[in-house]
């Protein structure tokens, strides 16, 4: 027999300790306050110590709740994953992509009715997230430019879809000079939280140099290009990205595109052979990109 704490307990818990407050916990969970702390009791109780100190008006996680915590929540998460698995399995052919939210509603989502079209038994399953969290979904495929930073064994799983091109782009009588030499000065330079690194690959890649007197930052790409075309400062964006901004002349690129090294791809997950499903998406996506 499995030595297991009450598993009706783990979910209170868990809820408790992200939220440290038991009516928070009960208000997301759908509970009475009363039935969250004794399920948290029951919990402690099979422990035979505290998990919770009090902080004020609420409750801090003290070291054995801790502990417990990462292990509930990571159990929890691949509990998650793999019942979302099952049941899409259940459902029919499928294939689970996570990407940014921006590469999603701004180029992907638009084009997947060309899919269905091609392949109408076979459903996608869109994961929207930020850079930060692109590796947490538990999908089938990710989808990345920005991927030298992942593990090496998920770089050596990655699949070339298309090259990608970035640019500088601004809204029209930006103080932005396509004339100028090398180092560019601009009032203000718009960066990516999560891909930094992107400014630096531009200027490798063309020898050039954009400073900004301040920089803001964003976690999204969109908010990047809503940034520009509001004159806020230069984004650093992907041309597939912007090309309705570019054809209405809410945007322009004085820089143009310069293409980086690493280019999209799209990295397997490493627990399951790759589907017949997500090949039939990778190959539709590869034509898609390049065509674009």
């Known amino acids: 027999m499995r030595q297991l704490p009450p598993l009706s307990a783990l979910r209170a818990f868990d809820a408790t300790a992200r ?25 402690q109780d099979h422990l035979g110590a505290p998990l919770f100190d ?65 392949h109408p038994d076979v459903r996608v ?12 979904e538990g999908a089938d495929l990710v989808i990345a430019w920005d991927w030298k930073a992942f ?27 396509e004339v100028l030499g090398r180092e560019i000065a601009v009032p203000c330079r718009i960066a990516h939280d999560f891909t930094s690194s992107a400014w630096d690959q531009w200027s490798a890649a063309t020898g050039r140099t954009v400073t900004g007197a301040t920089e803001l930052s964003f976690p999204h790409t969109h908010l990047c290009i809503e940034a520009a075309i509001t004159g806020l400062g230069v984004a650093l964006v992907e041309r597939r990205l912007i090309g309705a901004e570019l054809a209405d002349c809410r945007l322009r690129a004085p820089c143009g595109f310069a293409p980086f090294h690493q280019g999209l791809v799209a990295i397997p997950s490493g627990e399951r052979a790759l589907s017949s499903s997500a090949r039939l998406f990778i190959d539709w996506l590869t034509g898609a990109l390049v065509t674009a």
């Open 125 to 136: 399953r869109l994961s929207m997230t930020s850079a930060r969290e692109l590796r947490d």
């Open 151 to 177: 593990p090496a064994a998920d770089q050596a799983r990655a699949i070339p879809l298309a090259a990608v091109a970035f640019g500088p782009v601004c809204a029209p009588g930006y103080p932005l000079d």
């Open 19 to 43: 939220l440290g407050s038991v009516t928070r916990a009960a208000e997301e969970l759908g509970r009475t306050h009363g039935a969250v702390s004794r399920q948290i009791r029951s919990l």
């Open 54 to 118: 009090k902080a004020g008006a609420g409750l801090r996680l003290n070291a054995q709740g801790q502990a417990l915590q990462v292990v509930v929540a990571e159990a929890l998460d691949r509990l998650e994953q793999g019942w979302r698995r099952v049941r899409d399995e259940a459902r029919g052919p499928g294939v689970h992509v996570a990407c940014s939210a921006t590469f999603a509603t701004r180029w992907l989502a638009p084009r997947l009715a060309d899919f269905y079209r091609a």
